[in-house]
């Protein structure tokens, strides 16, 4: 499975993944995404075959059910509540929480989402 972490996630988060043999990117490091509509970013990881993990709940649940009704797949979303306690320097329990989505997932989650434990 690979992500792609949206604008609101640090990139030490994907740095982090990628130390620990997993593919993980953020939007915030590839500069053609940086302010990116939703819309293009769900376009790019969907191409790319990646999950986004985002903690934009109604905007992309949206973008993703308008695909699924024209017919065009995603994919998949890895959901992070607003209300998740999140620190700015605290990337390793989001990184744990988002490894343990990828290896339950292998192959990937197409066309679905997960949410993040709450603690994680």
């Not at 792609?4 to 996630?9: A, I, Y």
């Not at 990139?11 to 940086?34: F, K």
């Not at 990646?50 to 995603?74: S, Y």
């Amino acid at each position: 499975m690979k992500v792609l972490l949206d604008e609101h996630f640090s990139p030490a988060i994907a740095v982090l993944l990628r130390e620990r043999g997993l593919d993980a990117q953020a939007v915030v490091e590839q500069p053609d995404l940086i302010e990116a509509l939703d819309r293009d970013i769900l376009d790019r990881a969907t191409k790319d075959g990646r999950a986004v993990v985002t903690n934009n709940i109604k905007d992309f649940r949206l973008i993703a059910a308008e695909r699924l009704t024209d017919g065009r797949d995603h994919a998949g979303l890895i959901l992070v509540s607003a209300s998740h306690r999140r620190r700015r320097n605290d990337v390793g329990r989001p990184a744990d929480a988002i490894e343990a989505v990828m290896h339950c997932h292998p192959n990937g989650i197409a066309g679905s989402e997960r949410w993040l434990a709450p603690d994680g």
